[in-house]
């Protein structure tokens, strides 16, 4: 007689499972999994909630706890791995309100703003630090938002530069601002405004206006997936400078 094992029944008797509750129902996943490709694994289709699924896009926030214990977390899905009795919510794109600008007409003078010009509510954050504790990134949120309402737009950058925009700081505001969508203006205008220009880059700018690359690029879009990796094999590296 055929054994009727399955293919998925072999593999759960070979790993440890887990139980993992989603949107209040149990489910057994292979412990190891992230909370994404658990969630693959329980039969969801995401197509909502996920980008790139390497820890860059933020598209992925997830909230979640334990049954034995309340306390509420924050994740990316594509990187926080599953465990025992975790209780799992994804949230959708958290709706946050973004000012509406123009960079060149805001070169930052000597004594002004930008940043308060833009986001005048940041001065009624009253350092409650529920944006930091959110962080999946472990910025400190709280801190560059005193940094904008002093106007350090270089510290604001530096600060969130490792912001990826999944919207969790903005989702536990209290006070219903949004953090990430001031850091990025101060990024913004210190890329514009800030920062001495790359001569270089301008060059290299003007040469592909100038079609300059026309033809490699062409000949890039023609090569099937073998040739391409033999290109990147060969490919010239300019030295470090
Ligand atoms: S899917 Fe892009 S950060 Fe998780």
């Given at each position: 007689m055929a054994d009727a094992t399955t293919v998925k029944e072999k593999a759960e008797q070979e790993v440890r499972m887990v139980d993992i509750y989603v949107t209040g129902k149990r489910y057994k996943v292979p412990e190891g999994l992230t909370i994404q490709t658990a969630l693959e694994y329980c039969g969801y289709n995401i197509i909502?909630?996920?980008?790139?699924?390497?820890?860059?896009?933020?598209?992925c926030s997830t909230i979640y706890n334990f049954t034995h214990d309340p306390t509420i977390r924050y994740g990316l899905a594509c990187q926080t791995r599953v465990e025992q009795d975790m209780v799992i919510t994804q949230i959708p794109f958290f709706p946050a309100a973004q000012a509406l600008y123009n960079l060149e007409d805001l070169k930052p003078e000597e004594g002004e703003n930008k940043l308060l010009t833009l986001?005048?509510?940041?001065?009624?954050?009253?350092?409650?630090n529920n944006c930091t504790k959110t962080c999946p990134q472990d910025l400190e949120v709280m801190e560059f938002i005193s940094d904008a309402i002093r106007g350090d737009i270089e510290k604001v950058y530096q600060k969130s530069f490792?912001?990826?925009?999944?919207g969790l700081c903005a989702a536990r505001c209290p006070q219903g601002l949004q953090p990430y969508n001031i850091a990025l203006a101060a990024r913004r205008l210190r890329g514009a405004h800030l920062t001495t220009r790359s001569q270089h880059n301008e060059d290299r700018i003007k040469e592909i206006e100038k079609g300059k690359f026309d033809a490699a690029i062409e000949k890039l879009k023609k090569a099937d997936e073998a040739e391409l990796r033999r290109m990147y094999a060969a490919r010239e590296i300019e030295p470090a400078l």
């Open positions: 909502r909630s996920c980008g790139c699924r390497a820890g860059f896009c933020g598209a986001y005048p509510d940041i001065i009624i954050c009253f350092g409650c490792d912001c990826l925009m999944c």
